[in-house]
């Protein structure tokens, strides 16, 4: 009895390592790879840099990325990208898409907490994803 009244008392005198998560976010790793989002376009940052080309489709080894589909505005030289749907349940985050993509439109996010009840919830359109983190910036 003795010595587990030692190990509590010792244990009172250390540094707390728990973290109260709700309240309390903890770091999160500059490596970190959640689903992946569009980035800005670096002429125009009022719009997504994806170019609607599909090698991130080709490429993608789980089939995460079901349909890209992408519509040339008048004045603009190439397509912008109107629908880019990601099937996040199957993504094996391994970065292939991010590293082919041509017009470097993709990247990883720092979304560490997804969290939903039916499979439809890790379906996301990254072109929506983009307007609403640029309406909301």
């Known amino acids: 009895m003795l010595a587990g009244l030692g190990v509590t008392i010792r244990a009172m005198f250390?540094?707390?390592v728990t973290s109260q998560y709700p309240r309390q976010l903890l770091a999160i790793s500059p490596r970190f790879r959640g689903h992946i989002k569009l980035l800005a376009d670096a002429d125009n940052p009022d719009k997504n840099g994806c170019i609607?080309?599909?090698?991130?489709?080709r490429n993608c080894p789980s089939g995460?990325?079901?349909d890209i589909e992408g519509e040339k505005r008048?004045?603009?030289?190439?397509k912008t990208a109107t629908s880019y749907r990601l099937d996040f349940t199957t993504c094996?985050?391994?970065?292939i898409c991010v590293e082919t993509c041509p017009?470097?439109?993709i990247d990883f996010s720092a979304d560490y907490n997804?969290?939903?009840f039916k499979r439809e919830d890790f379906h996301y359109d990254l072109v929506k994803e983009?307007?609403?983190?640029?309406?909301?910036?």
């Open 74 to 78: 008048e004045g603009e030289k190439r």
């Open 52 to 57: 609607a080309c599909g090698i991130c489709v």
């Open 114 to 116: 997804p969290a939903g």
């Open 14 to 16: 250390q540094p707390v």
């Open 64 to 66: 995460s990325i079901k």
């Open 103 to 105: 017009s470097n439109a």
């Open 130 to 137: 983009f307007e609403k983190r640029k309406k909301s910036s």
């Open 92 to 95: 094996s985050q391994c970065g």
